[in-house]
């Protein structure tokens, strides 16, 4: 599966984004998909994730009330809605998948995602 996030920009604060993911590959509907940001000189960090049926999605608690995740499996493509964004929110943004199921509530490293697409870079002013 390849992966390409897009939909970042500058925006001011308490401004709203979308954020997409497209895959290629016939299995996508199998992987769980997640976003991680990154700051600079920050570490990356998880921001949120959605299992494949899309019935079940998990977030950092940053984000947790702000942003919403979906996916759209016919369209190969996960979003990102992020709302009343703040300039800690300034990184960019991966999309990655979980090839076997690995994450879930609590276990969300990287690690556990084996396929990534390249950044979109998301800056919010204050």
């Known amino acids: 599966v390849q992966l390409q996030a897009s939909g970042g920009g500058l925006v001011q604060a308490g401004a709203s984004l979308r954020l997409s993911c497209a895959a290629s590959g016939r299995t996508f509907s199998t992987y769980t998909i997640g976003w991680f940001r990154q700051a600079p000189g920050k570490e990356r960090e998880f921001v949120s994730a959605?299992?494949?049926?899309?019935?079940?999605?998990f977030y950092a608690d940053s984000v947790k009330g702000r942003f919403t995740m979906s996916r759209d499996n016919a369209e190969n493509t996960v979003y990102l809605q992020m709302n009343s964004l703040k300039p800690e929110d300034t990184a960019v943004y991966y999309c990655?998948?979980?090839?076997?199921?690995?994450?879930?509530?609590?276990?969300?490293?990287?690690?556990?995602?084996?396929?990534w697409g390249q950044g979109t870079q998301v800056t919010v002013s204050s």
């Open positions: 959605i299992k494949s049926s899309g019935s079940t999605s």
């Open positions: 990655a998948a979980d090839l076997f199921g690995l994450c879930a509530i609590g276990r969300v490293e990287s690690r556990l995602f084996e396929k």
